[in-house]
């Protein structure tokens, strides 16, 4: 067997060997999910670099070909909106929720070091931008998706964590399966209990003043009655 094919087949075999889950994606190729999720609230954090964020909005926005964190913080409200469409969000099955209004945003890195990200830094540069509600009712489940992949390409990640007091599950997102229904297994809430008995209102004073007025007037009645009896048969 000659050299050249016994290269190849080497090579063909350490392929086999390599299993999926060990070729870790470019950070540059990588989004971090984190869904905190308690009985009544769940917060999501969304931490982005600028390399992706820069895909969807214009952050920019002096065309300098570097961002700054004021930048970042004035492009709030349209990443705000690119997360209502781009990331859509439901809990218990409500489809009116959204990603937008954002809770928070801010760079993750020492600005006043950096205060000015060229666009070769964009990759490793991150943006944390969070997300929160309150449910009057018990969270039953939490589902996210995510429809991005087009624009990210389809070797971008969405390394995400959905987090109670009680489990941690990881979850990644990928073009191949871009959302994830969570069921949080919480306890029902405990049923409410009844009001307690309210006892009747005692009787007003006129009330009483009206019952020992008729108790009297029915004594004197009859008193009058039986003396008026007794001058009679005195007379007769």
């Not at 600028?50 to 004021?70: K, M, Q, Y």
């Not at 600005?111 to 666009?119: E, N």
């Not at 005692?202 to 003396?227: C, D, F, M, N, Q």
Request: charged letters at 20%; glycine letters at 4%.
């Amino acid at each position: 067997m000659t050299a050249p094919r016994l290269a190849s087949l080497f090579l063909l075999g350490l392929l086999f060997c390599i299993r999926p889950a060990q070729v870790a994606a470019h950070p540059a190729d990588v989004t971090h999910l984190r869904v905190l999720v308690e009985p009544h609230r769940v917060e999501v954090r969304l931490t982005f670099n600028l390399l992706t964020l820069t895909r969807f909005i214009p952050i920019d926005a002096d065309a300098s070909g570097t961002i700054t964190a004021e930048e970042i913080l004035a492009a709030r409200d349209a990443i705000g909106t690119w997360l209502d469409s781009a990331v859509p969000f439901s809990i218990n099955g409500r489809e009116d929720l959204s990603l937008d209004p954002i809770a928070s945003i801010r760079p993750v890195w020492a600005v006043a070091k950096a205060p000015d990200i060229a666009a070769e830094d964009y990759a490793q540069r991150w943006v944390d931008v969070v997300a929160s509600w309150t449910s009057p009712s018990l969270v039953k489940d939490v589902w996210i998706g995510f429809e991005i992949f087009e624009t990210t390409g389809y070797q971008h990640t969405v390394q995400g964590w959905f987090e109670t007091a009680q489990d941690r599950l990881e979850v990644p997102f990928t073009v191949s399966e871009p959302e994830f229904l969570f069921d949080t297994a919480f306890p029902a809430d405990p049923a409410p209990e009844p009001p307690p008995a309210v006892p009747p209102p005692p009787p007003r004073e006129s009330t009483r003043w009206s019952i020992g007025s008729l108790a009297l007037a029915g004594l004197l009645v009859l008193a009058l009655v039986g003396l008026a009896r007794k001058r009679q048969r005195k007379r007769n």
